[in-house]
């Protein structure tokens, strides 16, 4: 409900009251002065029709008439609520989300603005809650996108299937950490890419009847700070399949060039981190998408708005009113619900006419 009343169908309508109630009041006066007995003297009278309370009282026969002529104009002006449906219809981007969670994203490396070093995991973490929530800054949100999420290391993983839940798949995210076993810690970057290719295959299944919803392009945003070393089949395979089923795949390498290594006695010492760049350039040369190097958190949160410009969803929303007439329909404010106008107006004058009839009866 946007108000107690939005809207009157007629308004014009209204302008009656102007001329109505003045009338009433003028047929009442006309009345009060209209002589009724002839009489030598009416000193007596006078003085008794003072002290009545009946005759004081006759006053309240004007003003409830007047009240029940603006409540019937009010009535046949059609006062309306107006309550808002609203149809978004979307024609939106299906975005699986294949986020590496090997043990080398526990190194504390990547900087933000504030030269804190995070996490590589907790950085992804942060970038990828703004760009699927928005960030209020340079990432508006994925509003009416499809977006899943497959985490992998030695084996890939669907932790949130395509949805358009996406504080569920925040909260999701949330609990993604790093393998606490070793055989469980590695880097299947094809076999993830696999996975991730046929979760947006299978979306036809779910949503491709649905009016409001019409998938416009279908991406993955692949994202590693490493190279293959495990898995069934090799990430040029994988982007084979995502060629042919018209899937692009921006692909990013998320890692400094550098780390420090502890080497005890002898202190510390530089070593460049391997990305294998190439192939996630073949990857997104291949399926039609581009390829990214974040080396520290300030620059992970550029990539992904670049990619957040490059797929963006078309949102048409339409808005809906149905209108209630509230001439005939109890008006709720509050805890309070008011009869209806045309209710109050019938009571309002058939009380006028038993007091002019009773009580407040004049003679003649």
């Known amino acids: 409900m946007t108000g107690i009343i939005d809207r009157f169908e007629w308004p014009w309508l209204l302008l009656l009251a102007v001329a109505l109630v003045p009338a009433v009041w003028w047929d009442w006066l006309r009345r009060r002065r209209r002589a009724a007995l002839r009489i030598s003297s009416t000193e007596d009278l006078s003085a008794m029709s003072g002290r009545a309370l009946s005759v004081r009282a006759r006053v309240l026969l004007p003003i409830l008439r007047s009240l029940a002529v603006l409540l019937i104009v009010l009535s046949i002006a059609r006062p309306q609520r107006a309550d808002e449906l609203t149809q978004v219809s979307t024609e939106g981007v299906a975005l699986e989300l294949v986020l590496d969670r090997s043990s080398s994203m526990a190194q504390r490396d990547l900087m933000d603005a504030n030269s804190r070093a995070w996490t590589r995991l907790d950085a992804v973490r942060n970038v990828v809650r703004g760009f699927v929530m ?13 977006v899943g999420l497959t985490v992998f290391a030695r084996y890939p993983d669907t932790i949130c299937p395509l ?103 002898f202190g510390t010492r530089r070593e460049p981190v391997m990305v294998d760049e190439r192939t996630l350039k073949r990857i997104a040369e291949m399926t039609g998408g581009r390829y990214f190097r ?40 509050g805890r309070v619900t008011l009869p209806p106008p045309l209710l109050v107006a019938l009571i309002v004058l058939g009380l006028e006419a038993l007091l002019a009839n009773t009580w407040l009866r004049r003679v003649p």
């Open 134 to 146: 928005g960030d209020g800054d340079q990432l508006p949100g994925r509003r009416g996108d499809l």
């Open 163 to 265: 949805t358009r839940d996406h504080e569920h798949l925040i909260r999701a995210m949330r609990d993604v950490e790093v393998p606490t076993v070793r055989l469980e810690d590695g880097t299947a970057i094809g076999d993830a890419l696999l996975l991730g290719v046929e979760r947006i295959r299978n979306i036809g299944r779910r949503f491709g009847d649905e009016d409001d919803f019409q998938i416009q392009s279908r991406a993955i945003i692949l994202l590693t700070d490493g190279e293959q070393n495990a898995g069934d089949h090799s990430p040029l395979e994988a982007a084979e399949a995502a060629r042919a089923l018209g899937i692009k795949v921006y692909a990013i390498g998320a890692a400094p060039t550098h780390h420090v290594v502890d080497t005890g006695l």
């Open 294 to 333: 974040a080396t520290d958190a300030a620059s992970l949160a550029d990539v992904y708005a670049a990619i957040d410009r490059l797929e963006r969803s078309k949102i048409d929303e339409q808005r809906y009113y149905l209108y209630d007439e509230l001439a005939y329909q109890g008006l709720t404010i």
